[in-house]
């Protein structure tokens, strides 16, 4: 996201590396890559006021029996003139009832920081190519 014009093989090659998979598997993930770089949200966010990626945080849930902190990890977050949009990516199957939950938590958890309002969430499924706004 922070550079564009960077090798996506030289990048899969240097994380197979540096995560001691073997470069067998450096092709797919730049394959993968470039799927999620030719996505209308990719595009969406390159032209944002502000963009995140990979932004991990915890918040304590209120009104729980027993202290309970969440966490998580937002793939994509950015803001548009009129609110925040976060995108979250997967690969494999198009389960939009088991995210949901998830999603949710991220707008919630996004909102509470005080930045401003979340406007969309969506999933860009990546071996489909297609993203759902939920």
């Known amino acids: ?49 502000r963009l995140f990626t990979e932004i991990p945080y915890m ?26 949009v976060i995108v979250d990516y997967k690969t494999g199957g198009k389960d939009l009832e088991g995210y949901r939950l998830q999603l949710t938590a991220y707008r919630e958890a996004w909102e509470s920081f005080g930045v401003g309002g979340v406007k969309e969430v969506g999933i860009y499924f990546v071996d489909h190519e297609e993203y759902v706004e939920l």
Do not use: H, I
Not at 11 to 31: M, P, T, V
Not at 74 to 80: A, K, N, S, T
């Open 1 to 49: 996201m922070t550079n564009p014009e960077a090798d996506l093989t030289e990048l899969a090659l240097s994380l197979c590396a540096n995560q001691e998979l073997g470069e067998e598997k450096a092709e797919e993930y730049a394959r993968t890559a470039l799927k999620v770089t030719r996505s209308k949200e990719w595009t969406r966010a390159q032209k944002a006021k």
């Open 59 to 84: 918040r304590k849930l209120e009104g729980t029996e027993v202290e309970t902190l969440e966490t998580g990890v937002m793939d994509l977050v950015f803001e548009e003139e009129d609110g925040w």
